[in-house]
Structures are given as structure tokens and as C-alpha cells.
């Protein structure tokens, strides 16, 4: 047989003494096989099971990078929120300077205590440490952006009023749905369907084709006298393997029900998010109206007070006191208008449409501006 394969078997061969007592023969032989699936339930599954998580994890990557965009909208609005409370420290200090300034006059020109001066020079040092904090707190709401911002270096912001204009919830709920992080949950439901599809894989034949080529040589493993080839099919199956199969079917159908209990968990937990952020909104909106009210009612309050201060009808203790409400009331205004751009984004954010809002916003006026030098 040997002889055969190499392809040198001769006449001399057929002797009787040759056939049954063959002498020793030497014989290198290789070989190259190919064995290719055609059919295999068991890996069509597990290429949809990869396609899906792939799919999901790049949906879970977009949902991050909404995530840091909304931490860094905050850090945004912070910026501008220290650079307002700092414009309202610097006109605290203007005012109280001013009211220094009268009660010094008015002890000059008789009409004043020089305790009014004293209290007055007191409530201007109060407001120069204010600004000393406001600055401070400027300096760092601007680090903080740039750290955000993946930057060593402060970054400035600038920003106005912008009028939050609600549009109808209904919309905010339809994108709610679709955000990346639900998508991410429903291409883990079809990687589970996958799931209970390669579990079940089992029950079915693999089905492929063979081929094999071999070549012999008496010499040498490397030349080859006689070679041969052969090509088949075969057909695998595993008719029983001690209920391995059911046990893994049942488990992926688990996996399947739980899954999809989450993909509804999410989607009603994401509506919920969209109407308390929606009403948040809403909230936030009169919250400012309110607090403009207030400043310029503090503001009217304090004129009328620094006129009866002026016509010796008020001491300066009431002028003092009125100046702290403007401030109070300056510093609820400054922070009422950024809670209503936090919760308008927040709202943006939780209907998957933070960019369409920073885009909306920006047009209108709020812009970043350049690193701090």
C-alpha cells in the first residue's frame, strides 16, 4: 500500500513471496485537509449576537457623549453664572460705595451721625469681600469648564437671557423612545432573541464540505513520488447529550423575558424623566419671572428709602437694609436664570435632543468663548 501511494509499485511486486511477507518500506507522507461548514445554525446565531452587541455598544458610546455634553453645558452655565454674580458683587460695591459717600456728606454738612459713616464704610467692606468671592468663584466655574473640556487652562463663557419657549410634550415624549440608550436596550433584545436561537442551535445538523490532498515520497518528507486527493460532505449531529440543550435554551428564553422587561422598564422610566424635567421647565420659568418681580421691587423699595434717607426721614440702618434685599434679590434672579437653562437642557438631555437645544441656544446668544490667558 505503501508502494501504491508512492506511485513505484512494479511487476516484480505481485511475487507471492512479496505480497505476503513484504520487506520494510519507508514512507513520508503529508497531507492538507480542508473541512468547511455550508450550514451551521449555532454560528449564524453567534454573528447576529456579535452584530447586535456591536450595535449597542456604539449606541451606548453616543448616549455617553450626550452624557458629557450635558455635564459640560452645567460647567457652561456655570461660567456664566459666577460672571453674572460677579457683575452684581461689583455693582453691590458701586452701590454701597455711594451710599458711603452720602453718609459722609451728610456728617460733613451736619445732617448725619458719624455712626451712619461707620455703618456705612462697614456694609462696603462686606460687599468688597463679596466680590473678592465672586471673583474667585469666576476663576474657578472657568477652570472647571476647561477641565470639562478636557483643557489644562480656564475657559471663558459668555451668555443673555435667552426666553425658554416650551414646544408641545407629545414631542419630547416621541424622541424620549428613540434615544441611544433605549435603542441600546432593543439591540440587546434581538441579541437575546440570537441568544435563545444559538441555545436552541443544538437540536439542528452542521452540514459542510471536505477536502484532502496527500502526497508520499520513500527519500524524502519533502518531494513527493505519488500523490491523491478525495472531496466529500458530512453532516455532524448530536442526537443526545444528556438535556444539556434544554437546560441552555431555557436559561437564553430567561434571558430573552428579562430583557425585555427592561427594554419596558426603560421606556416608561424615560417618559417619566421627560415629564418631570417638561414640568421642571415650567416651574423653573416662574420661578424667574417671580425673582425679576422682586428684584424690581427691591430696586423701587430702595430708591424711595435713599430719598428718606436724604430728607433725614429714615435712618441709615433701613438704606442699608434695603440695599442687602436688592443684593438678595439680584443673586435669586442670577440663579433663577440659570436653573432654567440647567432644567431646559436637563430636558434636552432626557428627550435625546441635547444637541438640537445647544444649537437652538446658541443661535440666540449663548456662545463660548476663547481659554483665558
Excluded at 440663579?335 to 438631555?349: D, S, V
Amino acid at each position: 500500500m505503501a508502494k501504491l501511494n508512492q506511485q513505484r509499485f512494479s511487476n516484480s511486486d505481485f511475487a507471492i513471496n512479496s505480497l505476503n511477507s513484504p520487506s520494510a518500506v519507508n514512507d513520508f507522507q503529508n497531507s492538507f485537509r480542508l473541512d468547511q461548514v455550508i450550514y451551521s445554525r449555532r454560528l449564524w446565531a453567534g454573528l447576529s449576537m456579535s452584530k447586535e452587541e456591536r450595535a449597542a455598544r456604539k449606541l451606548d458610546f453616543d448616549r455617553l457623549r450626550q452624557k458629557v455634553t450635558m455635564e459640560t453645558v452645567k460647567a457652561y452655565l456655570g461660567v456664566v453664572t459666577a460672571k453674572n454674580a460677579l457683575d452684581a458683587a461689583e455693582k453691590a460695591v458701586g452701590d454701597r460705595t455711594e451710599h458711603e459717600n452720602l453718609a459722609k456728606l451728610r456728617y460733613q454738612a451736619g445732617l448725619g451721625l458719624y455712626s451712619d459713616v461707620l455703618r456705612a464704610d462697614a456694609a462696603l467692606k462686606e460687599a468688597q469681600m463679596g466680590l473678592a468671592r465672586a471673583q474667585s468663584g469666576y476663576e474657578v466655574a472657568k477652570r472647571a469648564l476647561g477641565l470639562v473640556m478636557g483643557r489644562t487652562e480656564s475657559v471663558n463663557a459668555e451668555g443673555s437671557g435667552y426666553k425658554v419657549s416650551l414646544g408641545p410634550i407629545g414631542s419630547y415624549y416621541a424622541t424620549a423612545v428613540s434615544r441611544p440608550d433605549i435603542l441600546a436596550i432593543e439591540a440587546r433584545y434581538k441579541k437575546a432573541k440570537s441568544a435563545v436561537s444559538f441555545a436552541g442551535s443544538g437540536y439542528f445538523p452542521e452540514i459542510g464540505a471536505t477536502g484532502e490532498y496527500q502526497w508520499n515520497d520513500h527519500r524524502s518528507p519533502i518531494d513527493g513520488e505519488g500523490s491523491s486527493y478525495q472531496v466529500g460532505a458530512f453532516l455532524r449531529w448530536d442526537i443526545f447529550d444528556g438535556t444539556r440543550r434544554e437546560h441552555e435554551v431555557s436559561q437564553a428564553r430567561a434571558g430573552l423575558n428579562e430583557v425585555r422587561e427592561g427594554l419596558d422598564g426603560a421606556k416608561k422610566e424615560a417618559l417619566f424623566e421627560v415629564f418631570r424635567a417638561y414640568q421642571d421647565v415650567g416651574e423653573a420659568a416662574k420661578s424667574l419671572d417671580f425673582a425679576k418681580a422682586e428684584l424690581a421691587s427691591a430696586k423701587e423699595g430702595r430708591r424711595l428709602v435713599e430719598l428718606r434717607y436724604k430728607n433725614s426721614l429714615s435712618p441709615i440702618v433701613d438704606l442699608l437694609d434695603s440695599e442687602v434685599m436688592v443684593e438678595s434679590a439680584r443673586t435669586e434672579a442670577i440663579m433663577a436664570q440659570n436653573n432654567l437653562m440647567e432644567k431646559y437642557f436637563n430636558l434636552g438631555f432626557e428627550s435625546g435632543r441635547i444637541s438640537e437645544f445647544i444649537n437652538e441656544v446658541s443661535a440666540y446668544g449663548y456662545t463660548a468663548g476663547h481659554a483665558a490667558q
